[in-house]
């Protein structure tokens, strides 16, 4: 066991509204990489009506449908200056689908209604008439390959000072913006993207880049697991839409 005695909080915000694609795997993922490792780590669910934790390392949060993300909107604007805060200052977030739109400036439905964000990320979504469903790969400067599933309707858009996850779309959609093709978006430490899957149980790199940002020393390697996600990531990779 590391002899850091410290337990590492992952905030699982909405696991109630916003499961639907089994995104609180990355909750998952993300404790039991940091337990291999030799340090500890807990995962705390934050639902509607729940007290915000004072301190958490890294925040999760994942995809529902588009009522849920107006159920939880209120609640969210109430929390939203402390995780902007936290964003602001190097914190950790994984933010997938939905909640990658509410983090943003706004999302606007199809009828023309706009559901404020909390402005984590300088970007907008609109609602489009298409729903975008298929397995999708991306190639990131950063990160390189990134392999998930997406489905969604909404596109976003993103301002001029927002840099994207991923610069390339190879197999799918992404933002929706056709003309750049490029997915998510990252600002400091905290990311937003359309991927599922979920995203980390393929795409380890993300997983080490978030632990990383909250442990200082430099990450071993889990050769166990990772043999097993490249074969993983070698077969979604030669599946089509």
């Known amino acids: 066991m590391n002899s850091d005695s410290r337990i590492y909080k992952i905030l699982n915000l909405y696991p109630e509204k916003m499961n639907m694609y089994g995104d609180t795997g990355n909750a998952i993922i993300l404790k039991k990489r ?37 159920e939880l909107a209120a609640d969210l604007q109430k929390i939203g200056p402390s995780i902007k805060k936290f964003a602001d200052n190097g914190g950790a977030i994984l933010a997938i689908c939905g909640m990658y739109q509410l983090f943003g400036k706004y ?18 979504t609109e609602a489009g008439d298409k729903r975008i469903i298929g397995n999708i ?11 998930g599933y997406e489905n969604h309707s909404g596109k976003t858009y993103l301002e001029k000072n927002a840099h994207p996850l991923a610069e390339q779309v190879t197999l799918g959609i992404g933002n929706g913006d056709l003309a750049h093709k490029t997915e998510g978006v990252i600002y400091k430490n905290s990311i937003g993207t359309y991927l599922h899957g979920p995203l980390l149980a393929k795409n380890p790199q993300i997983s080490d880049f978030l632990i990383q940002s909250v442990i200082s020393k430099e990450l071993s390697p889990i050769k166990s697991i990772d043999q097993i996600t490249i074969k993983a990531r070698n077969v979604a990779s030669k599946l089509s839409r």
């Not at 780590?41 to 529902?64: R, V």
């Not at 999302?107 to 907008?124: A, D, H, L, Y």
């Not at 790969?137 to 392999?147: A, D, N, Q, V, W």
């Open 34 to 70: 940091i337990e291999l490792r030799g340090y500890k780590a807990e995962i705390i669910d934050y639902n509607i009506g729940d007290n915000l934790p004072s301190q958490f390392d890294i925040l999760t949060t994942g995809g529902g449908m588009d009522s849920s993300q107006a």
């Open 107 to 124: 999302f606007q439905t199809r009828k023309g209604e706009k559901i404020p964000g909390i402005g984590v990320f300088n970007i907008w």
């Open 137 to 147: 790969i991306t190639e990131s400067e950063r990160f390189g390959k990134l392999i």
